[in-house]
């Protein structure tokens, strides 16, 4: 499984650790105590054997078939109250490490990063387990399965979102360990800090380099302006870089605008970002010979960030953009000049996550053309994956039906019935039927849980797409809704072996509110996301359907990534 990144990576770099000044206002415990706490705290985390966990809870599930949340809940709450003590008590350590910056504290930390690690590795392969007992009961559908797949479902009900809370709960531990090692500020302390930000673990450096964002000083931004150009890893080069906003701009614009030809796309993707954010209107010039080398997403993103800058929309034609550059370089050196004079290049950046806020005649300007289309929206990216609700509302008729853009003739010219299920169907195989051959892309069907089609992202040649096709006719509505594990396979799925990212962008479908999972609260969900996904960037289109048309929560996560929504009755 292509592991998910870890979420301490997605904090945003100018906070300060404040989560720790609450543990600063009492009396620091000794080292001593310290040291043996953590050894303690920090042990593996041991769970029951998958099948003794089986075995254990399987008595304990609902009866009945039709499958509701709040059963569930409950067993997901009394699945984790044996480890709440333990967690509660890392929590402890790491905000008492804060308060003794020293080598020692390093070491110790860097033994949670590790142990964090492990943990994560046992729970992910868990979480894989479960995806494999739970697929082939929506291959022939609920009521058609047997009472031994119909367990399986319900069993994958409770443990998936227990595994993917214990996973939440150590990517938020990673972070109070990130605090931490910002605390270590002095002395040989801080030598030890700099000296982990180059050791062989890339967890461990990205930890290093995140903290030495918030520390700051001389040798620190000598130290990321490295690891932002030459780390092998691309998930340590955007966390150098992220850490970098925590300067000035003036000082950091020379890594921003280097970024910018990075040779993984999604540090690219973060530098074009941060040249908005920073109104770098010099870096104009270099985006667009950049957009002469792009494909797929960025070049919209590049596109975009031309137009914040500068005013103009060229709808990524590089010849136009060369043209206009050629008559607007004076122009542009002396807005540059205009906007250090009044110091705008004087303060550190902020929160990027609402760039770019696309004005709703221009993401559906036919100009801007695009690699295939779902419920009317059209992406130019060409590593997609599709995030589709098959509760068992999607039973219900639907009120409307989506444009069909495109070929008159094309082979999926109607849906197949007249329900939301069966508009889903004829909007998926169309999706899939008009990918280029060199894109990639996945299919995620959620209900309770979710179904993955492939293991991983999967090139759009003809084999995948009758795979695809085959898989997609058989869908079926039932259960209920659970968005928030299914946002997280979605992060896990982005995640990319070495260190990239293998999608960037997202459709996601529903037709009502979460009510399962790690998170069924919405604000929750979509704060959760959003602070995740600031490494991986992953632009996410939203379709309402039915009474999620018009929904809040969908319209605020396509604008806070950068997507488009759209609402159909």
Same mark, same amino acid.
Not at 185 to 196: F, I, K
């Given at each position: 499984m292509r592991h998910l990144v870890p979420a301490f990576l997605l904090a945003c770099i100018v906070a300060g650790p404040g989560s720790l000044a609450a543990s600063g206002e009492d009396a620091a415990p000794s080292w001593n105590e310290v040291q043996k706490q953590g050894r303690k705290a920090f042990k593996r985390l041991s769970i029951a054997k998958h099948a003794q966990l089986v075995k254990s809870l399987t008595p304990r599930l609902p009866s009945g078939i039709v499958i509701t949340a709040a059963p569930f809940d409950g067993l997901v709450k009394n699945l984790l109250a044996p480890y709440a003590k333990q967690l509660a008590?890392?929590?402890?350590?790491?905000?008492?490490?804060?308060?003794?910056?020293?080598?020692? &504290?390093?070491?110790?930390?860097?033994?949670?990063?590790?142990?964090?690690?492990?943990?994560?590795?046992?729970?992910?392969?868990?979480? $894989?387990?479960?995806? &494999?007992?739970?697929?082939?009961? %929506?291959?022939?559908? %609920?009521?058609?399965?047997?009472?031994?797949?119909?367990?399986?479902?319900?069993?994958?009900?409770? $443990?998936?979102?227990?595994?993917?809370?214990?996973?939440?709960?150590?990517?938020?531990?990673?972070?109070?360990?990130?605090? &931490?090692?910002? &605390?270590?500020?002095?002395?040989?302390?801080?030598?030890?800090?700099? !000296?982990?930000?180059?050791?062989s673990d890339p967890a461990l450096r990205q930890a290093a380099v995140l903290a030495l964002g918030r520390v700051g000083g001389a040798e620190a931004f000598a130290l990321l302006g490295k690891a932002a150009a030459g780390d092998a890893e691309p998930r340590v080069r955007g966390a150098a870089l992220l850490a970098l906003a925590a300067w000035p701009v003036k000082e950091s614009k020379t890594a921003i605008l280097a970024a910018l030809a990075d040779e993984a796309w999604e540090v690219r993707a973060l530098a074009v970002a941060m040249c908005v954010a920073a109104r770098l209107v010099e870096a104009a010039e270099p985006l667009i010979l950049q957009l002469e080398k792009e494909d797929g997403r960025l070049r919209d993103d590049i596109d975009d960030a031309l137009f914040a800058l500068v005013g103009v929309r060229m709808y990524a034609d590089v010849a136009l953009w060369k043209r206009w550059l050629g008559e607007n370089r004076e122009k542009l050196a002396a807005q540059a000049q205009a906007l250090a004079a009044e110091g705008a290049y004087d303060k550190p950046l902020g929160p990027m996550e609402d760039w770019p806020e696309r004005a709703a005649a221009d993401a559906?300007?036919?100009?801007?053309?695009?690699?295939?289309?779902? %419920?009317?929206?059209?992406?130019?990216?060409?590593?997609?994956?599709?995030?589709?609700?098959?509760?068992?509302?999607?039973?219900?008729?639907?009120?409307?039906?989506?444009?069909?853009?495109?070929?008159?003739?094309?082979? %999926?010219?109607?849906? $197949?019935?007249?329900?939301?299920? !069966?508009?889903?169907?004829?909007?998926?195989?169309?999706?899939?039927h008009d990918l280029p051959k060199d894109a990639t892309f996945n299919i995620v069907v959620y209900s309770e849980s979710y179904k993955v089609w492939a293991d991983e992202m999967t090139t759009a040649k003809p084999k995948a797409k009758k795979a695809a096709h085959k898989f997609i006719q058989k869908l079926v509505a039932n259960g209920t809704t659970n968005i928030g594990d299914t946002l997280d396979k979605a992060i896990a799925l982005a995640a990319d072996a070495a260190g990239g990212l293998a999608a960037d962008t997202l459709y996601l479908l529903s037709d009502g509110n979460p009510n399962r999972g790690r998170l069924n609260v919405l604000p929750e969900v979509l704060e959760d996301f959003v602070r995740r996904n600031r490494r991986a960037r992953l632009v996410v289109h939203t379709i309402g359907i039915g009474e999620q048309a018009g929904s809040s929560f969908l319209e605020d996560l396509a604008k806070r990534t950068g997507g488009q929504y759209v609402g159909f009755r």
């Open positions: 008590s890392r929590e402890r350590v790491l905000a008492s490490l804060a308060q003794h910056p020293s080598p020692k &504290a390093g070491k110790l930390l860097e033994t949670a990063f590790k142990t964090l690690a492990k943990e994560d590795a046992d729970r992910a392969k868990r979480v $894989l387990v479960m995806e &494999a007992e739970y697929a082939g009961v %929506y291959n022939a559908g %609920y009521m058609e399965s047997s009472e031994g797949a119909r367990r399986s479902r319900k069993l994958a009900a409770a $443990l998936i979102p227990f595994y993917r809370t214990l996973l939440a709960r150590n990517a938020a531990l990673q972070e109070l360990a990130v605090d &931490a090692l910002s &605390a270590m500020r002095t002395g040989d302390a801080l030598t030890w800090l700099q !000296a982990a930000a180059r050791k559906k300007d036919d100009k801007r053309g695009g690699t295939t289309a779902f %419920y009317g929206i059209t992406s130019r990216s060409k590593r997609i994956v599709f995030l589709v609700d098959i509760s068992r509302s999607m039973q219900d008729e639907a009120q409307e039906k989506p444009p069909k853009l495109g070929d008159a003739k094309h082979p %999926y010219r109607e849906p $197949l019935g007249p329900s939301k299920m !069966a508009i889903v169907r004829w909007q998926l195989h169309r999706a899939v």
